[in-house]
């Protein structure tokens, strides 16, 4: 089970971080991934990190703004988010690597958390 946090409204430069707590499965030995959906569109892979601290990937809208991390003590992958624009505003979700910088199947994902970037 993937249960995502931290999401809210936010002004275009702002801050967030979001959290995700996993159970049910051995977190460290998986590669993990955020991807997001806004309304009307398709979803979209954000970032990647795999496990034991392969290097991160990220969509290249979001490089040098969002950092993806993991605590694998506490079964909980993050996602902060710098310098956020309205285009950034999705449903983001968690989700099990299954493929790689890539958006995987559906039945991998949480339950999803708001972002809304607006002033």
């Known amino acids: 089970q993937l249960v995502e946090s931290g999401g809210g409204m936010v002004q275009p430069g702002g801050s967030l971080r979001l959290s995700c707590a996993a159970s049910g499965f051995s977190f460290s030995n998986y590669d993990m991934s955020w991807v997001r959906q806004a309304p009307g569109k398709g979803p979209e892979w954000v970032s990647s990190i795999g496990a034991r601290g392969v290097t991160p990937a990220y969509r290249n809208s979001v490089k040098g703004r969002f950092t993806i991390s993991r605590d694998d003590a506490r079964n909980t992958l993050y996602l902060q988010m710098d310098s956020l624009k309205p285009e950034d505003t999705a449903l983001y979700y968690c989700?099990?690597?299954?493929?790689?910088?890539?958006?995987?199947?559906?039945?991998?994902w949480g339950q999803g958390t708001q972002v809304t970037v607006s002033s």
């Open positions: 989700a099990r690597a299954v493929v790689w910088a890539g958006v995987p199947p559906r039945n991998y």
